[in-house]
């Protein structure tokens, strides 16, 4: 499957965007679908995940409460909902899949990523 993220850009603290990922193919239903970040000068780091019918999902700490995961198999896409934008989720964010819904937070067990999309918080 390819991933193709989008949405990323320019908002101020306290804002909101809606990241996208598209992904071809005709089985996207059957893949677990995350998205992880990476911020300047830091490593990747998980940020969200969902299960393949979207009735279950997983979240890092420090967006719980403020990102929302969701996806669309209809379309091939998963999206990320990020309110109230902290300067400190400034970072690349990728979406990735996965055949299973365990340790989601292991970058090594996704199999496809995305190129990334960059957000700015700007304080």
């Known amino acids: 499957v390819q991933l193709q993220a989008s949405g990323g850009g320019l908002v101020q603290a306290g804002g909101s965007l809606r990241l996208s990922c598209a992904a071809s193919?005709?089985?996207?239903?059957?893949?677990?679908m995350g998205w992880f970040r990476q911020a300047p000068g830091k490593e990747r780091e998980f940020v969200a995940a969902?299960?393949?019918?979207?009735?279950?999902?997983y979240y890092a700490d420090s967006v719980k409460g403020r990102f929302t995961i969701s996806r669309d198999n209809a379309k091939n896409t998963v999206y990320l909902q990020m309110n109230s934008l902290k300067p400190e989720d400034t970072a690349v964010y990728y979406c990735a899949a996965t055949g299973a819904f365990k340790e989601l937070a292991q970058q090594y067990k996704y199999d496809y990523w995305g190129q990334g999309t960059l957000v700015t918080v700007s304080s």
């Open positions: 969902i299960s393949w019918s979207g009735g279950s999902t």
């Open positions: 193919g005709r089985t996207f239903s059957s893949y677990v």
